[in-house]
Structure formats: C-alpha cells, structure tokens
Nanobody, 121 residues
Framework: QVQLVESGGGLMQPGGSLRLSCAAS????????IGWFRQAPGKEREEVSC????????YYGDSVKGRFTISRDTAKNTVYLQMNSLKPEDTAVYHC??????????????WGQGTQVTVSS
C-alpha cells in the first residue's frame, strides 16, 4: 500500500527556514519522480519542486528557485524540501506526490495529508 506522510511544517517568520519531510512506504523514493506541491487558500495547486528517478535531476518553480532545495534519502525512503528565505507568499499546505509511473516528471496523483506552512511576522 502506497503511503506518503509529510511533516515539518509550522509557523515561521519571513526570512526563516523550514525543512519538510515526506516519508514514503509501499515503494522506493528513487523508483519514480516525486515532488512537492502546494496549495494556498483560493489558489490552484502549484508544483514547487520535483526530483527525477533517472538521474536525480531537480526542478523548481520560478517562485522558489534559489531558495528551496529538494533531496532524497534512499536509506530512510524519505524526500525532503529545505525551504530558506521564506516569504509570506510561501504560506500554503504542502504535499509530496508521485504517480508511481513517471521517472522524469512529477504528477500529483498520490499524495499525503499535507503539512501546513505559515510564514508571518
């Protein structure tokens, strides 16, 4: 059974950092592309970052490029999102997701319960 469990969200001041974790079970995190998506109230879900299974290449949305870093630990079967220089517009529920099919791009088919990130002073 596929399961994704996100953690690490919280309340942070602008300019601060958080690291989100996505613990996977039922598959290996290096078998398929897996990524982070976010959704803020009243906005469409947005792909934040993706890591491929072929060569570990990474993708970042323009709004987070240079501030966020995605990585994976195959020993822990966990994917991380390091978020630095946080801005109020980063406030959203963050999900990790995969479709258990694609190797080179992320598809938001299976996701966890999400973790809330709030950036506010």
């Amino acid at each position: 059974q596929v399961q994704l469990v996100e953690s690490g969200g919280g309340l942070m001041q602008p300019g601060g950092s958080l690291r989100l974790s996505c613990a996977a079970s039922g598959f290996n995190v290096d078998e398929y592309a897996i990524g982070w998506f976010r959704q803020a109230p009243g906005k469409e879900r947005e792909e934040v970052s993706c890591i491929t299974s072929t060569d570990g290449s990474t993708y970042y949305g323009d709004s987070v490029k240079g501030r966020f870093t995605i990585s994976r630990d195959t020993a822990k079967n966990t994917v991380y999102l390091q978020m630095n220089s946080l801005k109020p517009e980063d406030t959203a529920v963050y999900h990790c997701a995969t479709d258990l099919r694609n190797w080179t791009h992320c598809v938001n088919k299976y996701w966890g319960q999400g973790t809330q990130v709030t950036v506010s002073s």
